[in-house]
Structure formats: C-alpha cells, structure tokens
C-alpha cells in the first residue's frame, strides 16, 4: 500500500504555464496571491452591504452603524487573530471564550480594582493579560510537553476555566468602579472608539508577526508539516507553548476590552466565544489542518459574522434565523475553499486527472 | 507438494499491467498459483506487491493482462467478486473490529441470519469447528476481538476466509507483525490450510522465512516479473537477492578521492546504543570522507542515523562533532553543532511540500537571515536561488512550491538546506529512494563534490551497490549490529551478502 502511495505521490511535473510569470501581469498574479484568496470573502462582505444597504438603507449606512459593525466584531476579532496562529500550526484552542471570562472576573475583583485606584488603571489591564497568559502557558505545556491532543487539552481548559470563573465571581456581576480605566475604555481617538483601535493594531501586529518574522514562520513550518520542521532544527515544543500563551494573551486583550465594554466582570463573558472565532478563522481561509494561515482572512471571516448580526437586527429578524444563516456561511465558504485549493495544487500535480474532474 | 507433472493451476495472471495517474505500478506481471501450494512473492518496497494483490482481490481493475481462475478467464469488478470465486486477502492491517466477537469477525458480511435476527448459536458453533480447523479450538468464539493478540487476530482472519469456502488466501506480509514465536505457530496454520487443499500467496521480503514455508517464488521488480515459479529448495538466497534488486542500468558513480591521511575526525560515535534498536556502535568519521552503512532493509540503519542526529535518544554512548559532545535526543543541539540530515522519507520528513522551495532550503537557517526576528525574505531567495545554480536544481525559479518538483530536484532542496547552513557533518538517508537514474547521477555527483570540499558524509542506502559505489569505507549492518568496517573498494555486493547471510544464520 506504501509503496503504491509513495510512488503516485511522485509527480515529475513540467513548469506549469502561468505560474512561473511572476511579472507578467500584475491583477491576475495578485489574484492568484492571498489577496486573491480574501477576494471571495470581500464580494461576500459586499453583498451584505448591499442586502444591508437595500433594506435598511441609511440606517444601515451610516458612520454611526459601521462603528457598530466594527464595535461588535472587535472583541471576537481580537480573540480570533490568536486562533488564528495556534490553528495555522495546525493546533486548535478551544478555551479562548471560557479564559476571556475568567480575565474579566480576575481583573475586576475589588481587590484587583482597589489596588488599581490606588495606583494606576494599568494594573487591571496587566492582571487580565497575565491571566490570559497563564492560561496559554498550563494549554501549551501540556500539549506540548505533556503530550496531550490539544483538543482535549483545551476542551478541558474551557470546562476548568469557566468552573474556576464562577467559583472567584460566586456567580455574581462585579462592576468596574475604577473611573479611569473606564474612561480609558470609553475613548475615542480620531471620532474612532479605543476598542476597535484596539482589534485594529492587534490585526496588524498579528498580519506582521505571522507573515513577516521568524515566529510566524516557525508557526507556518510547524502547520505544514511538523515532523520535517522538528528535523531542521526547529524548536518545535518550545514554539507551540509560544502560541497558546499568545492564544491567551489575545484572550486576555479581549477581556480588557470586554470590561470596558461591559463595565462588568462576570464568569458568563465571553461564552461560545470559541466557536464563532474558529468559524471565523476558517471562513477566512486558514486551513484547519495547519501550514497555511490569513490574518486578513480572519478580519474579514469577523466582519462578515457581525455585519451579517447588524443587517438582521436592522431588520428585526430572529436571531434564530441569524444562526441559521451563519451555519450556511460557514459550510459554503468552507466548501468553496476546498474546491479552490483542490483544483490550485492539483491541476498542477496530476494533469491526467483534469479529464475526469 | 506437486508432482512433476503439474497440476492445473488455480490462479493464473498474465502481462498483468496497471497504472495510476502518472506512475506505472505493474508493467506486466506474470503468476502462477497451484492447488494446495504456499506461493511465496517477492519484491522491495514499490515493486508493485501491493498492487498486484489488490488486483487480485477486485479492488483495482487492471489496465491489461488476463486473470485465469482454474483455466477460465475472469474479471474481478469489486471485492465480492473475488471472495465469490473463493480469493480472499488478508490484509497487512488486519480488517477486524475490534467491538465485535470472534464469530462476529468471522461472518462479518456474510452474517448468519434469517430475516436480520443472527443466529448467534450457530454462527458460535460453526466458528467454533473453523478454529479448530486452524489448530485453535481453544479460542473462544465469544471473545471480543479488541482483547486478543495481533497473533490471533489473524488466526480470526484466516477463519473469515475459511468460513467463505475458500480455496486462495492472499496474505500480505502476515509475519510483519509478528514476533518469532508467534510467526512459527503461523506457518503451522498455513501448513494446515495447504493440507486442506487450500493455495496460499505469501507476500514477503523476509528470505530466511520464505526458505522455510514456501513452496515456489515469484520475484518481481519494478512492476516487472523477473522470476516465475522458482523453487524454493534450489534457488539460492543470493540469486533472490539479484533477482529483487538487481540494477539493469549501469550506475555512474564518481571517482574516489582518497581522504588525507591527516584529514581531522569530524564526526565521532562512541559505544552509541539504542535499546530494542542496535548495540552498542562506535565509529568515526574524516573531514571529506565518506562512510556507507549498507545493509537490508530492517537492519536498523536509519536508526542509527537518527540516532546521531538526535532525532532518536540513545540509551548510551556519545556523539561528538568536531570535539564537541552532543545532548542525547536533541535535534538542535545536533544542528547547531553541525550536522544535518537528509530524512529517508524526503515529503513526510523533509519537506513542507506546499511552501515555495526557497522557504524549503531556508528551513533551517531562516532565523540566520532575520534580523531582530524580522525575517529577510529577499536574501533568503538569494541563498536559494545560490544553491539552485549550484546544484542545477530545475525548475530555477526559488517561488515554486516545493510539492511540484520531481524527486531528484526534491532532493537537492534538502542538500541545499544543508549547503545554506555550512554543516561540516551530512547524514544522508536514502538519497536516491524516487529518483529517476539520470538524476541519480548527478546526486551522486554532488556528493562526491561535497565530501571533496570537506564535509563529512553518511550515506545510507538500502542498494548496497549505491553505498559501495558512492562511499569510502563502508560499515555494514545487520540486525542493529556492525558486522565489518572495510574499505569500500575492498568488498562487493556478494561479500556484503555473505556476511549478512552469515550474521543471520548465526
């Protein structure tokens, strides 16, 4: 069986037309590029404008609705750029939603907030983020040194996280008191509020870290096949702790933001958040099973899902109906992609297949 | 087992040839099976045993050829046709369930029932007389498969075929996952099966283990017949061996260099050992030389190279790289120290198949190009594009993904990788497995060039005549044990052979 495999796995293959002119033409190479990749997520994001557009008309399209469009994807954005990275590994971090609440409950316990008024608002920010960043770190150390599947290592993580959340909250809202960090919160920069700075320079250090430095690449190499990247001398184990602390200190960002938003830290922030930032990360055209990951497809997986929230709000529809619909989008897209990176490598691999496709 | 005037045969296949998208598995295959026999067939890895059992149990349909079943032509559509007829196959991965009982196994798909309601008494009963049939009353037709040995597994596997009115059993490489006890109570069973009558192709490259339950050999290599119906008894193993590997083209090896004498120790394992793997190993290794581990298949060369590289972590012993000693087990420190390797399975080890090559060939040194972790792609794909002229790696363009190259040029990302980095020490494993012959000579030739400029290579192959050809000295290696260190223009393929025969025998 081995042998059979090995052997059709070998294509000797002539230079495929159009691939090596990479001047030739610019549009169609930039098409063929990431960008290209992100193009049907785009005309998908424009179409619901325009749904949006037609049956809301100016109450969906004005400043005053695309700050809450972006408002709304900020925080889920933030947490989805750090499963981005552990899923371009080709890991999955489950506990992102349950370690976002248990930084919300950490940070605003009257402790924490007195501490904070007597020194600096900061402080609650560094609790949150250290928590986060603890959380990854107990994810990655056991994944990666324990060697547990990080599916369960981080199913157990949300269960535990959460338990932890209500059992330090005693199930009960605690609200920011601390004016500063409330203020700090509510800001605006530019006529833009702080949080969806926020989600924008964590998508850009996150675009740059990914596609522009060793750790990304590591994460990418890791993703595409990890086996070859431990034996060139890649600190493989060592690598995925990196990514789900950075997993958790996105989580952690996120509550930051969260309390701000909400003014309030409760053990329930942050429920199923996994679940829509892995859909939005797979919407946007990172592969489940690793080595190839988009920071830009993320954004735009995000901005689809709360657009998609907005335009059925605007219009008074069930929410059950929303879900629904975000069901679809996330098998259609994922079925597209498929088709796409089917036919991109194959056609190159296999040109005797062409005929029966 | 059959007289001289031969029986009919059972099974019959001729010019039997098959091919997938590109790649040509059986270019014409010749068998033929007698009543009663234990046919062993033989061949390396990718020879096409494979295919040519699924062939003959109806999963692929052949391009060509005809199949005879007791003199008449048939065809074998899908699986059921050719349990049907009476062939079945026991796979290499046992296709039991592990949930369901003995005598489940054994019906399974052709359950005992009336209406969907199993007749679970009879189905027990008739189990019961089939093991006993293969020597294993004792097994239990209620017990759960999952608890049972690998060894009885099969035994279960063999009974399914027996409960189907066989008169063929194809088994591919039952004795793999077998220890030595367990592999003699197999050959029992088998002797019982061909005592009834039935025919049994044994698909092997064990040679001691073919010597003792064969009755007759097929050899094929390459998708190619080159032996039909040998007899066991008069077909000297040395002649299989030639018959399996034998190269029909000429090999175009450089010319040796002799390594100065005063060329310094690079490489140095010292009383290297892995438990359950090889004993203890200790050798040394000159800048510019090059030293061959040549051995068959199974004798634990590849362990003893991951091992140095630290991709295995020895029980004992040390390694060192120039005078420094490495950490047990660690990759890195092997690589920072200076060595590299070059995987035996060059997609599944080596390659990230879907990056561009430039990505490939940096592997290991990207961090080198970044600057404060910012990576430098542009001098990246300098370097590679480098290496590309130097190595005439084709296609020349460094954003190719690595996936659409042939072999050969796969290869050369790896040695390129390992160029890039200036590792003093090389391990090289299986350096020409998928490449065609016109490349391998030119990988030859790269070594050569390497090893001339100063590196000190390994070289791992499972074709003695590559090692001997390509390698200075040469250790050869059977059973995870150094049987001789020579020269290599002081031995032959035959001197090797005999010396592993000999080490087996002993």
Redesign the interface.
Known sequence: ????N????????E??AG??T?KANPLQNLLKGPAGRSLGLVIALALLFVVGAVTSGDRFLNFENMLTIFRYASIIGVISIGVTFVITAGGIDLSVGSVLGLTTVIASLTSVQMAATQSSWILMVLVALAVGVVAGLINGVVIAYGNVVAFIATLAMLVGARGLAELISGRSTQIVTNRDFLRVMRAEVLGVPLLIWIFVIVAIAGWFLLN??????RT??IG??L?????????VKRHLVYLYVLAGLAAGIAGVMMLGRTTAGTSTHGLLYELDAIAAVVVGGTLLIG??GTIMGTVLGVLIFSTLTNVFTQNNLDTSVQALAKGLIIVVAVLLQQRFAARG?RK???P??RKAA | MFEEDQPRPLLEVRGLTKGFAGVQALKGVDLQVLPGEVHCVMGQNGAGKSTLIKTLSGVHQPDSGEIRWEGKPITLPRPTAALDLGIATMYQELDVVDGLSVAENIFLGHERATGGVLHVKKANAIARTLLKRLGHGGLSPSTEVGTLSAANKQIVSMARALSRDTRLIIMDEPSAILDSGEVSNLFRVVRELTAQGIAVVYISHRLEEIRQIGDRISVIKDGRSTANGLNVTDTPKSELIRLMTGRDVENVFPERKPVPVDAPVVLEVDNLELFGHFDKVSFTVRAGEILGFAGLVGSKRSEILETIYGARKASSGKVSVQGKVLRPGSVTSAVNAGIGLSPEERKSQGLILDEPIFKNVTLSTFERFARGGYLNESAERGAAREQITALELRPADPDRPARTLSGGNQQKILLARWLVHGTPVLLLDEPTRGVDVGARAEIYALIRKLAAAGTAIIVVSSEIEEVLGLADNVLVIDDGKVLTQTKASDIDEHGVLDLVMKGSAA
């Open positions: 069986m081995s042998e059979q090995t052997k059709v796995a070998e294509p000797v293959i230079a495929p691939h090596t990479s522009r430095t060793t750790f990304g690449r990418i190499a595409g096949n086996e070859a990247a431990r034996l060139a001398g890649i600190k080595g190839r490598p190159r691999e296999k005797g297949l």
